[in-house]
T-cell receptor, first 113, second 118 residues
Framework: DQQVKQNSPSLSVQEGRISILNCDYTNSMFDYFLWYKKYPAEGPTFLISISSIKDKNEDGRFTVFLNKSAKHLSLHIVPSQPGDSAVYFCAASARGGADGLTFGKGTHLIIQP | GAGVSQTPSNKVTEKGKYVELRCDPISGHTALYWYRQSLGQGPEFLIYFQGTGAADDSGLPNDRFFAVRPEGSVSTLKIQRTERGDSAVYLC????????????????FGQGTRLTVV
């Protein structure tokens, strides 16, 4: 049973517009959430994280929103740029640290010129 | 080097053979993790080291998989009697510290070793 779900395998967005990537989770013990970005033939790169005590965290063009009651989080990228084209993984931890992360299957974001 | 280094980058082996995958973490990082990513899936947690000891090996799929980190730096993931289902990208990551409330110490991943069992 998948505890972290990214239901959109791919998403296409026009350059300059907002990209919204969604993630749902089922384990109510998760208390720390992260987004990773992955280019082909490279390892995942940390993007942004959020603790369950917050509902929003912002870093430049990237904002993560957390809705604990709905067990849902989303990553907003605005404005979208061609270099944002990559696979984005949502990950969660029940221990508040970086160990033992549970990942979703990823969403392939394609930024159209 | 500045980042996590994994060798080899690609490994093709025959079913039933033994393989070793190496990970050089970022210097000074005490926590080290192994993940496995199968085609179309996200990374799947295998094992976590804090220093020389395995703090959590609950993700190892069976006793054919074993990992060591004898000096608290380089780690080796060992797979015995490989099966075709072991084919995946094996990712290593390290962080400055880990375990419990390690907030803010995100894991840095290597580029992975692509293992193909034929």
């Amino acid at each position: 049973d998948q505890q972290v779900k990214q239901n959109s395998p791919s998403l296409s967005v026009q350059e300059g517009r907002i990209s919204i990537l969604n993630c749902d989770y089922t384990n109510s013990m998760f208390d720390y959430f992260l987004w990773y970005k992955k280019y082909p033939a490279e390892g995942p790169t940390f993007l942004i994280s959020i603790s369950s005590i917050k509902d929003k965290n912002e870093d430049g063009r990237f904002t993560v929103f957390l809705n604990k009651s709905a067990k849902h989080l989303s990553l907003h990228i605005v404005p979208s740029q061609p270099g944002d084209s990559a696979v984005y993984f949502c990950a969660a931890s029940a221990r508040g640290g970086a160990d033992g992360l549970t990942f979703g299957k990823g969403t392939h974001l394609i930024i159209q010129p | 080097g500045a980042g996590v280094s994994q060798t080899p980058s690609n490994k093709v082996t025959e079913k039933g053979k033994y393989v070793e995958l190496r990970c050089d973490p970022i210097s000074g990082h005490t926590a080290l993790y192994w993940y496995r990513q199968s085609l179309g899936q996200g990374p799947e947690f295998l094992i976590y080291f804090q220093g020389t000891g395995a703090a959590d090996d609950s993700g190892l799929p069976n006793d054919r998989f074993f990992a060591v980190r004898p000096e608290g730096s380089v780690s080796t993931l060992k797979i015995q009697r490989t099966e075709r289902g072991d084919s995946a990208v094996y990712l290593c990551a390290s962080s400055l510290m880990g375990g419990g409330r390690g907030r803010g110490t995100e894991a840095f991943f290597g580029q992975g070793t692509r293992l193909t069992v034929v």
